[in-house]
């Protein structure tokens, strides 16, 4: 049972990256999935939610209208597209599985500088 991320990197404000979440071990498709964050300093932070069919996404205030999740079932893989992105932006972000077993990525490091 794993989750791997990847995509991770340094960018410029303003600039866009696409972060990827590889899963294996488990029924992909009936689990709802997150994208978190954890920045230095700080706690880890609930950035977007998709449901199992990707029909139904929830963002945090703070990335709503610049970043979106997506899902694709049949290559049991997670997506996080991230445009305009901040400076505050800069984290580790991971993916992760809700439920009473939770499971997350090792994750990977975003970085938004100039």
């Known amino acids: 049972v794993q989750l791997e991320e990847s995509g991770g990197g340094l960018v410029q404000p303003g600039g866009s990256l696409r972060l990827s979440c590889a899963v294996s071990?488990?029924?992909?498709?009936?689990?709802?999935m997150h994208w978190y964050r954890q920045a230095p300093g700080k706690e880890r932070e609930l950035v977007a939610t998709i449901s199992m069919t990707g029909s139904s996404t929830n963002y945090a205030d703070s990335v709503k209208g610049r970043f979106t999740i997506s899902r694709d079932n049949a290559k049991n893989s997670l997506y996080l597209q991230m445009n305009s992105l901040k400076p505050e932006d800069t984290a580790v972000y991971y993916c992760?599985?809700?439920?009473?077993?939770?499971?997350w990525g090792q994750g990977t490091q975003v970085t938004v500088s100039s």
């Open positions: 071990g488990f029924t992909f498709r009936t689990y709802a």
């Open positions: 992760m599985r809700p439920g009473y077993h939770s499971l």
